[in-house]
């Protein structure tokens, strides 16, 4: 029999990670997964139970709840032989978008789990390094600028919670933002100027939906990088919105660049991938293929 462990986020949407880890558990033992589920009650737990499980020798780690769950599980899983299933629990849940996984339905995603087992999809991680060294796999976005300080600022309030905290935070980062000079190296070449905002892609999205690299393959071997050069805060305005739609890149202040390894520079900056802080710039980021076997299809 095939062993699964299922590691939930209690509080993800809203407080109903345990809820629906539930309804996905009873469809896994159905079907004849052996399937234990755990509730950390910390990152660092969460980290643990997902290494544990890894060495344990566990056929599939699971993660219930958003894109920081899925972030945290998955340190633990790439390049390993072990499979990574998801049943999604966020309030953005950008990863199981680009997934293509069931949203709002656990007993779905967790069929999916179940027919996929055969045949898990193999995709690409990227691994961002940090000035001193230390590594973190993502699985969807880097963002670095605008959208980064707006997290900052937002991780520093308790009130507004969900997406009014967002915009909230939004329109005062707004009057205070200010475009900063940006170095950027892709595969060896270099280009600096100033931005509003630069985002490496392994994914497509982030934010609750915002395409902010819509040409992104999460198994092409290659990272998407978005270039918002400087504009002024009305214009920021006008292109923001068409971040959810993806057509921001027709504009003329977006670049639109690929390649395989990233460095990305600038003063002050703090990156964050899958929507959690990461560290101060500078990083390097490099598309690892196949990194990931994940249960999707």
Not at 31 to 46: A, E, F, H, N
Not at 251 to 259: C, E, I, N, S
Request: hydrophobic share 40%.
């Amino acid at each position: 029999m095939l062993r699964a462990t299922l590691i939930v986020n209690p509080k993800a949407g809203k407080g109903t990670g345990c809820t629906v880890a539930g309804i996905a558990a009873q469809v896994l033992v159905t079907g004849g997964i052996d399937t234990t589920i755990l509730v950390p009650t910390s990152q660092d737990d969460t980290r643990r139970a997902s290494q544990e499980a890894v060495n344990a020798g566990v056929d599939i780690v699971i993660a219930c709840g958003g894109d920081g769950t899925i972030h945290t599980v998955l340190q633990a899983i790439a390049q390993t032989a072990t499979c990574f299933g998801v049943i999604p629990a966020g309030t953005g849940d950008d990863n199981a978008r680009t997934l293509a996984l069931p949203l709002g339905d656990p007993a779905a995603a967790a069929r999916l789990i179940l027919e996929q087992i055969t045949w898990p999809k193999s995709v690409d991680l990227a691994r961002v390094t940090l000035a001193d060294g230390q590594m973190r796999w993502y699985l969807g976005v880097l963002s670095t600028g605008f959208d980064s300080s707006v997290n900052e600022r937002a991780n520093n309030l308790s009130w507004p919670r969900g997406k009014a905290r967002y915009l909230v935070c939004t329109l005062g980062e707004l009057r205070t933002f200010v475009p900063l000079p940006y170095r950027v190296s892709v595969d060896g070449t270099d280009y600096a100027d100033t931005a509003m905002l630069v985002c490496v892609g392994n994914g497509i999205s982030y934010g609750g939906g915002m395409r902010v690299c819509p040409n992104a393959v999460i198994d092409d071997g290659e990272l998407d990088i978005t270039w918002l050069h400087e504009v002024s805060k009305a214009t920021f305005l006008r292109v923001f919105p068409a971040v959810y739609r993806g057509t921001h890149v027709a504009h003329p202040a977006v670049d639109m660049l690929r390649g395989k390894s990233v460095t990305v520079e600038a003063s002050g900056q703090i990156a964050y991938a899958d929507g959690e802080r990461i560290g101060p710039l500078p990083v390097q980021v490099d598309v690892v293929p196949g990194a990931l076997r994940v249960l999707a299809r």
